[in-house]
């Protein structure tokens, strides 16, 4: 089983940054991939990011490609998710969530992964 705490939310203008981080206290992390999902008031969940259990593979939604960037750092057993250029509709509660089934094609089902973290919040606005 893998518990999952994401930290690091926080509120900033537009154009600012801040870096999330989904910690784990698991002994199985690394076989797992990790999704970054985010849920606003009157919008459904969106998967935001994704790196797989070998980080060989990382996706991005279109609305932040570019502008995010996830990692993870093993040894922490920690994912990171480094976001730049923050709009007012990257407001929400983001949360990551664990998966040892999703791939290319199925990486923002959050249906998907079997164990969340409770949410950070993230609010842009000026």
């Known amino acids: 089983e893998v518990q999952l705490q994401a930290s690091g939310g926080g509120s900033v203008q537009p154009g600012g940054s801040l870096r999330l981080s989904c910690t784990s206290s698991?002994?199985?992390?690394?076989?797992?991939?990790i999704g970054w999902f985010r849920e606003s008031p009157g919008k459904e969940r969106e998967g935001v990011s994704y790196i797989s259990s070998s980080a060989g593979s990382r996706y991005y939604a279109a609305s932040v490609k570019g502008r995010f960037t996830i990692s993870t750092d093993d040894a922490k057993k920690t994912v990171y998710l480094e976001m730049n250029s923050l709009k007012p509709d990257d407001t929400g509660v983001y949360s990551c969530a664990a998966s040892d089934v999703v791939g290319r094609s199925s990486w923002f089902l959050g249906s998907l992964y079997d164990f969340w973290g409770q949410g950070t919040k993230v609010t842009v606005s000026s």
């Open positions: 698991g002994r199985t992390f690394s076989t797992y991939a």
